[in-house]
């Protein structure tokens, strides 16, 4: 049997990226899967499709569900969908996220304000009503937020966005604290550089991919898929006994990879 065989799941920001790369794994791994998107329904379409040719079984089920999650009537309205159609939830990946670069002296607060709304106000608002649910019905459940290598490594110009991540360490720390004993882990995956859309700048760029990549010890950037298993892996059983934990899936880049040349140890 699938290790997610059956499981009811919310993919928040699921119609692109390591999005749609977990909500794809998910399924392939016997989950049903609500996809939510934002803006873009065709994306969100296109995701479902290939939700669809994954199933190994022919069963399982897919819906997908419009929500800005950093409104908080969008989110409630979201999760009365999803448990209408699914007639519970097991997990939720607080996947959506978004960053603009801008020098931090020069940050515009409507531009600070979305990016915190996203990325922290919007993992907030859908653990909340997880959280809720999954109290409400008992036998716990499981909450894994996409989190970022930057919730340890400072990103100059990208403030906003290293904010959101390191308040995301705590949030997923604090919940797994407060909720442990009723059977909620909660816990949070930390990519480094992943070949996807977001990154579209530098991937396209081989010069520019060659700077990134020459900074991480593997020597080569993730596959959008190599980060969902992460998160299959810490939503199935297996992970059982593990909460409030972020797994850094980065090919070294949180090992301090300039220190690769012990340029500073007087040898």
């Keep these: 049997m699938s290790k ?3 499981k009811n799941v919310l993919v928040t920001g699921g ?7 977990i909500a794809v794994r998910f ?71 978004i960053q603009k670069p801008c020098p931090s002296h020069e940050i515009e607060a409507l531009d600070f304000d979305k990016v915190i709304g996203v990325n922290l106000r919007g993992p907030f608002l859908c653990a909340r009503e997880a959280i ?43 919940l797994a604290l407060e909720y442990a004993g009723n059977g909620i882990r909660v816990n949070a995956v930390g990519p480094g550089a992943v070949v996807t859309p977001i990154n579209k700048a530098w991937i396209d760029n081989p010069k520019a991919r060659g700077e990134v990549e020459s900074h991480i010890p593997a020597g080569r950037a993730a596959a959008a898929e190599e980060i969902a298993s992460v998160f299959a892996f810490l939503a199935s059983d297996d992970a059982s006994y593990i909460t409030g934990q972020t797994i850094f899936a980065c090919g070294g880049l949180t090992l301090y990879p300039e220190f690769r040349v012990a340029w500073s140890s007087g040898e």
């Design 132 to 174: 809720r649910h999954f109290l409400s019905r008992g036998g716990g459940g499981v909450i894994l937020n996409n989190s970022s290598v930057h919730e340890v490594i400072p990103k100059p110009k990208y403030l906003s966005y290293s904010m959101s991540k390191g308040g995301m360490e705590n949030l997923t720390k604090s």
């Design 27 to 97: 399924a392939r791994d016997g989950a049903n899967v609500a996809i939510n998107y934002r803006s873009s329904v065709e994306q969100a379409e296109d995701t479902q499709a290939l939700v669809r040719t994954v199933r190994t079984n022919g069963g399982g089920r897919d819906i997908i569900v419009q929500a800005d999650v950093s409104r908080e009537d969008e989110v409630k309205h979201m999760f009365g969908e999803v448990l209408e159609q699914f007639g519970s939830l097991d997990v939720l990946v607080n996947n959506a996220g």
């Design 15 to 21: 119609s692109s990226g390591i999005g749609q790369a």
């Design 4 to 6: 997610l065989q059956g």
